[in-house]
């Protein structure tokens, strides 16, 4: 468990270099989705480093199959709510699906974010053909995160949700196109449903953090979607996430049960992995 000192020392805002700084020393970043102030509240509360405001309120705010419909409008109103909340945790806005489709409409949109959020990071899903949207965005001062691996706004393209990179070309691929996002000037990675050992791989080959959702151990850190952690998923719930309500008993032991174990290593196990 941690000291006083170091709990006191957690609640300094988190910054960008705070983050390379984790993943230097080798202590996990605890990241988790929230989409309103009360329960933003709660997950800063709860020792966050950071809160994404995902597209996933597509899902599990509005109810629609895909994350395909969430508009900027939308993310804009959800960012501004988690970010009246949050004190200390980073908060990073999702740009949804076909908002970013070159570098003048990728700034419009990350401006939105930002200015009228508060977002201090915007995320946005894609390989190798987003390095020049990447590029701007950072040569404009907006912290990025790219997410590769399983990309939910391609699900139409793709045909369905599954783990991305099992093949040893698309491994590489993945890796040449995570360098070329730091390049690009990615300030932060998050990927999605690849297998444990690739996880590791980009977590050793870049400077940057990563951070894994079904990507195994070796990240540099770890996402849930808020509703998975506290077992209030209606439907299938992924095997890379884990309810952590039966075992704390309330919200706020939940949220906090969640980055212990993610700071632990006890978060993600062999089975929640790929
Ligand atoms: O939208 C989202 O919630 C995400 C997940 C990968 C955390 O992008």
Do not use: W
């Amino acid at each position: 468990m941690y000291s006083a000192d170091q709990a006191r020392e957690r609640r300094r805002p988190v910054t960008i270099a705070r983050l390379r700084r984790m993943k230097e020393e080798g202590t996990p970043i605890a990241c988790l989705t929230a989409y309103d102030y009360s329960f933003a509240h709660a997950v800063d509360a709860a020792g966050m480093d950071v809160i994404l405001v995902g597209d996933s309120l597509g899902n599990v705010m509005q109810g629609r199959d895909t994350t395909i419909p969430v508009t900027v409008d939308e993310i804009v109103y959800h960012t501004r709510c988690v970010t009246a909340a949050a004190t200390a945790a980073l908060v990073m806005a999702d740009m949804p699906f076909l908002s970013y489709c070159d570098p003048s409409m990728a700034l419009a949109n990350a401006a939105r974010l930002m200015k009228e959020g508060g977002a201090q990071m915007v995320k946005l899903e894609g390989a190798g053909e987003q390095a020049h949207i990447v590029e701007a965005l950072a040569g404009a001062g907006v912290p990025v995160c790219a997410h590769l691996g399983l990309q939910p706004q391609l699900v139409h393209k793709i045909g369905g949700y599954r783990v991305q990179g099992r093949e040893q070309a698309a491994a590489e691929r993945m890796v040449e196109e995570a360098l070329a996002m730091e390049r690009a000037g990615a300030d932060m990675l998050l990927v999605e449903c690849i297998p444990a050992t690739l996880g590791a791989r980009l977590a050793g080959e870049l400077q940057i953090p990563v951070i894994g959702i079904g990507a195994g151990a070796g990240c540099d850190g770890q996402i849930l979607v808020l509703q998975d952690v506290l077992g209030i998923t209606p439907g299938r719930v992924p095997k890379f996430s884990r309810d952590f309500m039966p075992e704390a008993g309330s919200v706020s032991g939940a949220l906090a049960a969640y980055a212990a174990a993610v700071r632990e290593h006890r978060f993600p196990a062999v089975e929640h992995s790929f």
